[in-house]
């Protein structure tokens, strides 16, 4: 099993700023792809942001591009995801995934029924 934690969540105005974490522990050898889910309310959950945990290989939803910014520290099996500039259709909870994917591009956009997930994070962007 692969435990998911994440912190940084909350609420900010619109051009705000937050980083997102997500801890990873247990067997994490076992996966590959990191990243960033969100369901925003009534929508299904959608990819945000990906990343080749091997590598520094990322990967972005269109509506996050030059937005947010995933990265990771591998020695703390961490992944981050910062967000600049956000607006109220972020609002969403965030979810951390890790699953072993051929394609970490690909993953973003499957509803993978093998991920492993965090708990989520609430992000709440007001106008």
């Known amino acids: 099993q692969v435990q998911l934690v994440e912190s940084g969540g909350g609420s900010v105005q619109a051009g705000g700023s937050l980083r997102l974490s997500c801890a990873a522990s247990?067997?994490?050898?076992?996966?590959?792809?990191m990243g960033w889910f969100r369901q925003l309310p009534g929508k299904e959950r959608e990819g945000v942001a990906t990343?080749?945990?091997?590598?520094?290989?990322?990967y972005y939803a269109d509506f996050v591009k030059g937005r947010f910014t995933i990265s990771q520290d591998a020695a703390k099996n961490t992944v981050y995801l910062q967000m600049n500039s956000l607006k109220p259709e972020d609002t969403a909870m965030y979810y951390c995934?890790?699953?072993?994917?051929?394609?970490?591009?690909?993953?973003?956009?499957?509803?993978?029924?093998?991920?492993?997930w965090g708990q989520g994070t609430q992000v709440t962007v007001s106008s």
């Open positions: 995934a890790a699953a072993f994917f051929v394609g970490c591009g690909s993953w973003l956009r499957r509803n993978y029924e093998h991920n492993y």
């Open positions: 247990g067997y994490t050898s076992r996966t590959n792809c």
């Open positions: 990343i080749f945990t091997g590598g520094d290989s990322t």
